[in-house]
């Protein structure tokens, strides 16, 4: 298949290895932001096939991971509302709350349903005009347009029992708040592909002009993330600091100009708080003033939910790249997909996750 298989080729990923450990000189700490990258690392050993002098440590871009305990109590108690069919991405089922999850609301008896788009839950919305259909929008900037369109489309409708609970965040502001830390030890970053699609890299090159990291925009396929971390080196062998491209096959420096458009007119940047890292100013997405019937948090009394994070758990410290998931004392113990204790073990994209499915250990 074009644009998979050359890029799961076996050969092609050891020749990119190869080079890169007769590149490298020093020690670097590389970090994949975007953990649909993690599992694609996990799935395939790529750290394993990479020179000891070379780290992978893993970033905050799994958009289950990082929405915050509260916000999932907030939907939990929406969803146990009565007249409420509430509607969500299957990874948000099982991302323990303070008390309880959505599965086990569901399996209580709320209408709590699983749906693959917002225009899903729109569509339900249109179907059952006695409920008051509420969607669970989270995510990056990915998601951003198609939520957007979606509140859109339900005021041009004029649909009166739909609601979104939004949890949108925006990476480069976690970025930079992860840059900052004395504690890092990240010194180049492989930016994801999917946000850039949308928005393109020109936001990340003042992250690279503030920092003086280089970034390289990688895809998720094996050999593209082979070749971003040779990119990488490069840069940091030959002291250079940039923002580069490889993944040119989606992403452009201006991305998609249309899905800016949407999500500038229907939600606005925001403070938002990111589960076990806390608040991050102008880190969000919240829905514009004209479109507050839209809001679940204004139409539903959650707005005082709060919620703290169970001591136990260190995803925070996961998130921020600064331990592995194999590094927790419950790991794969009393916190396993079953019976999850943080958020990084649920997701499709936590790197929890990837390593309890891989069974891998730490590096």
Not at 314 to 322: E, F, K, N, W, Y
Request: charged residues 20%; contains cysteine; glycine residues 8%.
């Amino acid at each position: 298949m074009k644009y998979i298989d050359e890029y799961r080729d076996e050969q092609i990923v050891r020749a990119l290895a190869d080079r890169i450990a007769r590149r490298v000189t020093r020690s670097w700490s590389l970090m994949e932001i975007c953990g649909g990258q993690t599992h694609t690392i996990m799935r395939y050993g790529l750290d394993e096939l990479l020179p000891e002098t070379v780290r992978l440590v893993h970033g905050p871009g799994c958009p289950v991971c990082v929405t915050p305990l509260e916000v999932v109590d907030k939907a939990i108690a929406i969803a146990s509302t009565p007249d409420v069919t509430f509607a969500s991405y299957g990874d948000m089922l099982r991302v323990p709350g303070s008390r309880s999850d959505l599965f086990r609301v569901k399996a209580a008896g709320g209408d709590v349903r699983i749906v693959y788009s917002p225009m899903e839950a729109l569509k339900l919305a249109r179907a059952l005009p006695q409920r008051r259909v509420v969607f669970f929008a989270i995510g990056f900037e990915t998601t951003a347009p198609p939520n957007a369109m979606a509140v859109w489309e339900a005021r041009r409708l004029g649909l009166t029992n739909f609601s979104m609970l939004v949890s949108h965040v925006l990476v480069p502001p976690a970025l930079h708040l992860l840059m900052n830390s004395p504690d890092t030890q990240v010194q180049g970053l492989i930016a994801p592909g999917h946000v850039c699609t949308v928005v393109g890299y020109r936001p990340y090159e003042e992250l690279c002009r503030d920092h003086g990291v280089p970034v390289v925009v990688g895809g998720f396929e094996p050999a593209d993330l082979m070749e971003a971390v040779l990119m990488l080196v490069a840069q940091l062998e030959e002291g250079r600091c940039a923002v580069e491209n490889q993944y040119s096959r989606s992403v452009s420096r201006e991305g998609n100009l249309p899905a800016q458009r949407i999500v500038e007119q229907v939600f606005e940047v925001c403070d938002r708080k990111w589960r076990g890292i806390g608040g991050i100013p102008r880190s969000g997405l919240a829905l514009r003033p004209e479109f507050a019937d839209y809001d679940a948090e204004r139409v539903f009394p959650v707005a005082g939910v709060t919620a703290e994070e169970p001591p136990e758990c260190i995803s925070a410290l996961v998130l921020q790249g600064l331990k592995r998931p194999t590094d927790c004392p419950v790991f794969g113990a009393r916190c396993t997909p079953e019976n999850p204790m943080g958020a990084p073990m649920v997701s499709a994209e936590g790197a929890c996750a990837a390593y309890y499915r891989y069974r891998r250990i730490a590096c």
